[in-house]
């Protein structure tokens, strides 16, 4: 009740070779906004709820109707926002080679508590690396680390810090 509506909240993200698509969530914050319309910190809108739902990964349920219309897979990058597809450098871009997942070899190493640069170098590695093994392994460890409520947020955030671009050159073509 104190979330607001819609309970399911949706976003445009960029799926396999950057094609956009809505991810869905369950809402874990309030949208309230100061006097000019801006929106007020994660830290404020975070409602208990939200809390408890980001806890064990439960916001993340209704990414299986992502998963059934075949814009996300179980396992592969997270999909991040459509704003950081011009500060990834080349490198960082494969990680659009593959469809997304709703859990992936990021989440597994420490989620929230990885920097931007660990995290896509996990996600290129997994584009590399990837196979039916791997994805079981990152599966069988996921539901562990939800269980244990591991790396869900970065230390002195309630989730991540926005992506500025990574120190290396950008992607040639986005800026």
């Not at 949706?10 to 309030?30: C, I, N, S, V, W």
């Not at 011009?86 to 508590?113: C, D, F, M, W």
């Amino acid at each position: 009740m104190k979330l607001g509506t819609p309970v399911i909240f949706k976003q445009k993200r960029p799926g396999l070779k950057e094609k956009p698509f809505f991810l869905y969530k369950f809402r874990t914050m309030a949208d309230m906004r100061d006097r000019k319309g801006k929106l007020l910190p994660d830290k404020i809108r975070l409602t208990p709820a939200g809390q408890f739902l980001r806890k064990y990964s439960l916001d993340e349920l209704p990414q299986l109707i992502n998963v059934l219309k075949g814009d996300l897979s179980l396992v592969g990058p997270r999909p991040l926002l459509m704003e950081y597809l011009p500060l990834y450098t080349q490198e960082q871009a494969k990680r659009h080679l593959v469809r997304p997942g709703i859990t992936g070899l990021a989440q597994i190493s420490g989620r929230n508590t990885l920097s931007w640069e660990e995290k896509f170098k996990l996600d290129v590695w997994y584009v590399e690396n990837r196979s039916f093994l791997l994805d079981l392994k990152i599966l069988w460890r996921t539901f562990y680390k939800v269980i244990q409520s591991e790396g869900v947020t970065q230390p002195g955030n309630v989730t991540m810090e926005p992506f500025k671009g990574s120190k290396s050159i950008v992607k040639e073509g986005h800026g």
